[in-house]
């Protein structure tokens, strides 16, 4: 309706000496007319320029796609949900365990709280799984279960982020809620349990969420602890099929999986916020 | 005569001597109060004269530096007092009404019942349905506290105090945090309870309900009593200035 009223205004006079400018609709409108014609043209760049047949050779090769299944479902994936699934559980249970003790009102317990915090967030995730796969078994000439030096591997590291997570969602939650809580008789304990943790947990659910993704994604971290075919994730499944073929084919399959993980998960995030949204 | 008579009674809530600072801020500065059994006292006075302090010290929400905080007769500053079972006897009512966000009405008034009360889940619900109905708000037993008005909360706040069967309740300035045409419902709800006979310490700004409510007005300011008696009395003949320019503002 803006508009509408606007056009006439600028074109009452068309004597006027000023040269005629373009009314702020008609300029969008050329701004945005330049910006198809910029994406059409590389689209059609793109398609004359490109070497479709080695791309599909190397990229997308069907037979060779064809022969990685069921393996990189059944084997790979699989493997990287397990260890992606062990390690978040670890780590949201220790980092739990951490962010209470870094709310402790007893010093000590919070120092510790915080040096582990610090150093693990400080070291390169790779360090971690290095010192828990290789270092403590050289060192004490004992190896443990695979599945525990993942859990740990990945873990120790995750809890140290999810900790700090985790404080800062207890510490979102009102003061008024203990308060309230507290006027009811409930002791402290009871009350983190009842009131603070669950609305905590709330508040981090879009972070934590976030977390498990870049723990998937550190999955792929695992091959330097050493493999079997029963125990590969899926980018090493990929990277040695890479090797074997040397071919990119089965780089775009595992991608193809690891997308297949991690997309419904954002989009589970974006349910749990509009669930979140209503019932607060 | 009911002076008389409650006076030889252990007092519901009383304080003695009591001081609370924050750093070097005294805020409470020996301050000697009482309520007996049955009693409804309102406390009112300038703003940071001490008298949410004075109210959170009762139920030790705050530490007091010193002093001592007799709830029926039993000192509940002592070291070896067991807080959490003193809190369950006295209801407490915030101005920011402090519902637990992600409880439907009804588990906000069964969860302290089931877990520090370990009443059954019958009983609980039934306890809850009885206060929701006293207040007015049976229908929201399923609402979240976000899709009640503030002065539903509010009722649904005293409502939860209630369903723990206290002996006596607090409140911090029920009504300040809401719009004025919501006011009503809330003050009719704790004259309800003080016609009933429940024995209530009150911080208010509404001087309406003090008075007509009100068996006594405790005016502070500053961290200590500066007058206190029959509301006709405090409200209505002030003998101290303090208490006049103050009455005069809020008017």
Same mark, same amino acid.
């Given at each position: 309706?803006?508009?509408?009223?606007?056009?006439?205004?600028?074109?009452?006079?068309?004597?006027?000496?000023?040269?005629?400018?373009?009314?702020?609709?008609?300029?969008?409108?050329?701004?945005?007319?330049?910006?198809?014609?910029?994406?059409?043209?590389?689209?059609?760049?793109?398609?004359?320029?490109?070497?479709?047949?080695?791309?599909?050779?190397?990229?997308?090769?069907?037979?060779?796609?064809?022969?990685?299944?069921?393996?990189?479902?059944?084997?790979?994936?699989?493997?990287?949900?397990?260890?992606?699934?062990?390690?978040?559980?670890?780590?949201?249970?220790?980092?739990?365990?951490?962010?209470?003790?870094?709310?402790?009102?007893?010093?000590?317990?919070?120092?510790?709280?915080?040096?582990?915090?610090?150093?693990?967030?400080?070291?390169?995730?790779?360090?971690?799984?290095?010192?828990?796969?290789?270092?403590?078994?050289?060192?004490?000439?004992?190896?443990?279960?695979?599945?525990?030096?993942?859990?740990?591997?990945?873990?120790?590291?995750?809890?140290?982020?999810?900790?700090?997570?985790?404080?800062?969602?207890?510490?979102?939650?009102?003061?008024?809620?203990?308060?309230?809580?507290?006027?009811?008789?409930?002791?402290?304990?009871?009350?983190?349990?009842?009131?603070?943790?669950?609305?905590?947990?709330?508040?981090?659910?879009?972070?934590?969420?976030?977390?498990?993704?870049?723990?998937?994604?550190?999955?792929?971290?695992?091959?330097?602890?050493?493999?079997?075919?029963?125990?590969?994730?899926?980018?090493?499944?990929?990277?040695?099929?890479?090797?074997?073929?040397?071919?990119?084919?089965?780089?775009?399959?595992?991608?193809?999986?690891?997308?297949?993980?991690?997309?419904?998960?954002?989009?589970?995030?974006?349910?749990?916020?509009?669930?979140?949204?209503?019932?607060? | 005569?009911?002076?008389?008579?409650?006076?030889?009674?252990?007092?519901?809530?009383?304080?003695?001597?009591?001081?609370?600072?924050?750093?070097?801020?005294?805020?409470?500065?020996?301050?000697?109060?009482?309520?007996?059994?049955?009693?409804?006292?309102?406390?009112?006075?300038?703003?940071?004269?001490?008298?949410?302090?004075?109210?959170?010290?009762?139920?030790?929400?705050?530490?007091?530096?010193?002093?001592?905080?007799?709830?029926?007769?039993?000192?509940?500053?002592?070291?070896?007092?067991?807080?959490?079972?003193?809190?369950? *006897?006295? !209801?407490?009512?915030?101005?920011?009404?402090?519902?637990?966000? $992600? %409880? #439907?009405?009804?588990?906000?008034?069964?969860? /302290?019942?089931?877990?520090?009360?370990?009443?059954?889940?019958?009983?609980?619900?039934?306890?809850?349905?009885?206060?929701?109905? *006293?207040? !007015?708000?049976?229908?929201?037993?399923?609402?979240?506290?976000? $899709? %009640? #008005?503030?002065?539903?909360?509010?009722?649904? /706040?005293?409502?939860?105090?209630?369903?723990?069967?206290?002996?006596?309740?607090?409140?911090?300035?029920?009504?300040?945090?809401?719009?004025?045409?919501?006011?009503?419902?809330?003050?009719?709800?704790?004259?309800? %309870?003080?016609?009933?006979?429940?024995?209530?310490?009150?911080?208010?700004?509404?001087?309406?309900?003090?008075?007509?409510?009100?068996?006594?007005?405790?005016?502070?300011?500053?961290?200590?009593?500066?007058?206190?008696?029959?509301?006709?009395?405090?409200?209505?003949?002030?003998?101290?200035?303090?208490?006049?320019?103050?009455?005069?503002?809020?008017?």
């Amino acid at each position: 309706m803006s508009a509408s009223t606007a056009k006439p205004a600028s074109t009452a006079k068309p004597g006027a000496r000023r040269p005629r400018r373009l009314t702020k609709r008609q300029q969008q409108r050329l701004v945005r007319g330049v910006l198809y014609v910029v994406f059409v043209a590389g689209l059609v760049g793109l398609v004359l320029l490109a070497d479709w047949e080695t791309t599909r050779r190397n990229f997308f090769n069907v037979e060779l796609a064809r022969t990685m299944f069921p393996e990189v479902l059944t084997i790979a994936a699989r493997n990287t949900i397990l260890y992606t699934f062990l390690a978040f559980s670890f780590g949201l249970t220790f980092g739990l365990l951490l962010a209470l003790m870094r709310l402790s009102s007893i010093a000590p317990y919070r120092w510790l709280a915080t040096i582990y915090i610090e150093t693990f967030r400080g070291l390169p995730a790779l360090l971690t799984i290095f010192l828990v796969g290789i270092g403590i078994p050289i060192a004490f000439g004992t190896r443990w279960p695979t599945l525990v030096t993942i859990t740990l591997g990945l873990g120790i590291v995750a809890a140290a982020y999810m900790a700090e997570t985790i404080r800062a969602g207890i510490e979102g939650v009102p003061k008024g809620q203990m308060e309230a809580a507290r006027s009811l008789g409930m002791s402290y304990t009871r009350a983190m349990i009842s009131i603070i943790i669950p609305q905590g947990f709330r508040i981090i659910i879009p972070p934590l969420t976030n977390e498990l993704g870049l723990l998937i994604k550190d999955t792929s971290l695992l091959f330097v602890i050493g493999t079997t075919p029963a125990t590969k994730e899926l980018l090493k499944f990929g990277r040695d099929l890479l090797n074997i073929n040397a071919n990119a084919t089965p780089l775009i399959v595992v991608g193809v999986v690891y997308l297949m993980i991690t997309v419904p998960l954002t989009q589970l995030v974006r349910v749990l916020e509009r669930r979140n949204a209503r019932s607060r | 005569m009911t002076t008389d008579g409650s006076q030889t009674q252990v007092p519901a809530i009383e304080v003695r001597d009591l001081r609370k600072s924050f750093g070097e801020l005294e805020v409470l500065k020996g301050f000697d109060f009482h309520v007996n059994e049955g009693e409804v006292v309102c406390v009112i006075g300038p703003s940071g004269s001490g008298k949410s302090t004075l109210l959170r010290c009762v139920n030790r929400l705050e530490e007091p530096t010193s002093g001592q905080i007799l709830i029926e007769g039993e000192d509940i500053t002592d070291v070896d007092a067991d807080v959490d079972a003193l809190r369950s *006897r006295i !209801g407490m009512v915030f101005q920011s009404f402090n519902l637990f966000p $992600h %409880l #439907s009405v009804l588990r906000n008034l069964t969860i /302290a019942q089931r877990r520090v009360r370990r009443r059954s889940k019958a009983e609980a619900h039934e306890v809850a349905r009885s206060n929701l109905e *006293r207040v !007015g708000l049976l229908d929201k037993i399923d609402a979240y506290p976000s $899709h %009640l #008005s503030g002065g539903q909360q509010q009722r649904v /706040a005293i409502a939860r105090a209630l369903s723990m069967d206290p002996d006596m309740m607090l409140f911090d300035e029920p009504t300040s945090a809401l719009d004025p045409e919501l006011v009503g419902e809330v003050l009719a709800v704790m004259r309800d %309870l003080a016609t009933e006979g429940m024995t209530m310490m009150v911080v208010t700004h509404e001087m309406g309900f003090a008075q007509e409510v009100g068996d006594r007005v405790v005016f502070m300011d500053d961290g200590a009593v500066v007058e206190e008696g029959p509301p006709e009395q405090v409200l209505g003949d002030p003998q101290h200035e303090r208490t006049r320019r103050f009455l005069k503002m809020v008017r």
